[in-house]
């Protein structure tokens, strides 16, 4: 890729690049230092907006040097993963006819919901692969449709039915490990609810691979609170249908 492509990094961003506000000094400091570092090395990155460089700033710590590392090399995988900017869906069949991930409403904080059923997955009816194709075009799909001024959505990891045919601890590591090295900064909290207990053998093998950050942003939800915890954060008029919302799920490709 001589360059990142405009078009989805524009879309992910979804903010103009001009001026931060709502960093401090330092941050703002530190932001146009990794742009210099990065730009250096690959002159791609010119394509991107102060808010991507400011996330995986944040995502390091501040820590220029680690942050410059992960951006580089996020901007070398982008290119051999989406050599022409985005994942069509010809490119994922086998995971969009399972029908298992949706997006609709916001949150009270303006930040786009998304539904998730693990119970839905089958990683047999397709590869390794084509998973984490589905993964980048529901991500880049997520991004795009954030209102501006927003960087962050929320999730609702819904795992009604799961079973052992469901199970994909190869998948879900590569789920996080694109999330939290890509796309860092955007998961802004995911609510676990109707968890079987035999979930919790491949949580086990998944946890070591979550990152601190994203740890905090889990939440394991009872399901005799499950409506009053979704409450909290979303009002009734955006949470969907089948939590006691007035919203009709929307399939992530239709969005």
């Not at 001589?2 to 078009?7: D, I, L, P, Q």
């Not at 250096?40 to 040097?65: V, Y």
């Not at 901007?75 to 989406?82: D, G, T």
């Not at 994922?92 to 839905?120: S, Y």
Request: hydrophobic content about 35%.
């Amino acid at each position: 890729m001589g360059s990142v492509s405009t078009e989805t990094e524009v879309e992910c961003s979804n903010n103009s690049p001009q001026g931060i506000q709502d960093s401090d000094e330092v941050e703002r400091s530190k932001i146009g230092i990794l742009r210099v570092v990065v730009e250096r090395e690959d002159p791609s990155a010119k394509e991107l907006d102060d808010f991507m460089i400011r996330r995986f700033l944040r995502a390091r710590d501040l820590d220029i040097e680690k942050a410059s590392v992960m951006l580089l090399k996020y901007l070398k995988w982008r290119q051999e993963f989406v050599p022409n900017g985005s994942i069509s869906p010809s490119e994922i069949p086998n995971e969009l006819a399972q029908k298992k991930l949706f997006m609709q409403g916001v949150d009270k904080t303006g930040r786009p919901i998304v539904v998730g059923f693990g119970g839905k997955h089958y990683p047999s009816k397709g590869s390794l692969e084509e998973f984490k194709r589905y993964v980048v075009f529901s991500l880049d799909k997520i991004c795009a449709r954030m209102p501006r001024g927003q960087e962050k959505f929320i999730c609702i990891g819904d795992l009604e039915g799961w079973g052992y045919t469901n199970s994909d601890i190869r998948g879900y590591v590569a789920s996080l490990s694109i999330l939290q090295d890509c796309y860092p900064e955007r998961l802004g909290k995911l609510f676990v609810v109707h968890v079987p207990y035999l979930f919790m053998t491949a949580w086990k093998a998944v946890y070591p691979f979550i990152d601190k950050k994203t740890k905090k942003k889990i939440i394991f939800v009872e399901d005799k609170k499950l409506t009053s915890t979704l409450l909290a954060d979303i009002d009734e008029s955006q949470l969907p249908e089948i939590y006691g919302g007035k919203l009709s799920l929307v399939p992530i490709q239709d969005c």
